[in-house]
């Protein structure tokens, strides 16, 4: 058996399957960040006991963005996108959330993504390279219809849903506690683009569509939360879960666009388990594995370790 993958190995492969450029995040290169406003539901109070669960107004920072590593991706080509929103509580610390188009992961181990990718990687030799993975991994077949789905062309990034991979335990003052998993439900509805409409829109339509629906007002989404039934699996997030349970814990309304973050050495890192008390991360072995593999990618984007500024592992 092969050691498991580093994560300067995973980040190696990721960059070299996605397109990546130097000074760039190795996915999601391409995207724009935002201010909003989050405002709890007093439901959320009853699951935890979170400081951004109060029902006071916590500012938000937002980055919309396309999944790729490459930065000059065309927004009408398909693909997975991303929404992570960065919460500041008031005592000056933050938390985070991040979610995508695709409901589930391509792997339950970091190790089966990263296979995946190399046996995905350009090359006259990809199609039977990738045969061979899907032979080796017969559960990725039945996935495929959802990931097909993930890479639609939104006519907004205001238009579509997005979803967390994994679960988090949430803790309530009671003492009560349940494993919830994220998604994040557009106000506005979705709409989605034919391959030929996206195709003809401007390479930067996404952003200019947001940017001009918000000089409307402010776009809103509600956050919710799907609550784990007795099988469902809190570890592995490549599998559904069965519960239609769901609660709405909040709302985000996006104000405009953010322009303090990420000038000259400034980034920004958005690590869904950068968690806050009332809220822990699963022990899902690909969130543990995203928090060291987002370190990596930082010391490559600046030359510099991410310091204090990484969760605790």
Known sequence: MSDPVTPDQAMQVIRDAGGAQPGCRALHAKGTLYRGTFRATPEARTLSYAQHLDGSAVPTLIRFSNGSGDPAQRDGAPGVRGMAVKFTLPNGSTTDVSTQTARLFVSSTPDGFIDLLRASRPGPTAPLRMAGYLLTHPRLLRALPVLRAANRIPASYATVEYHGLHAFRWAAADGGARYVRYHLTPAAGEQFLSTAAGAANDADFLTAELNDRLANGPVRFDFRVQLAGPNDSTVDPSMPWASTEYATVGTIDIIGLDTEREHGDDIV?????????????????????RSQAYSASVKLRTGVGRGAEAPPA
């Open 269 to 289: 890192v958005f690590d869904p388990t950068r968690v806050t008390e009332g809220i822990e991360p699963s022990d899902d072995p690909v969130l543990k594995f």
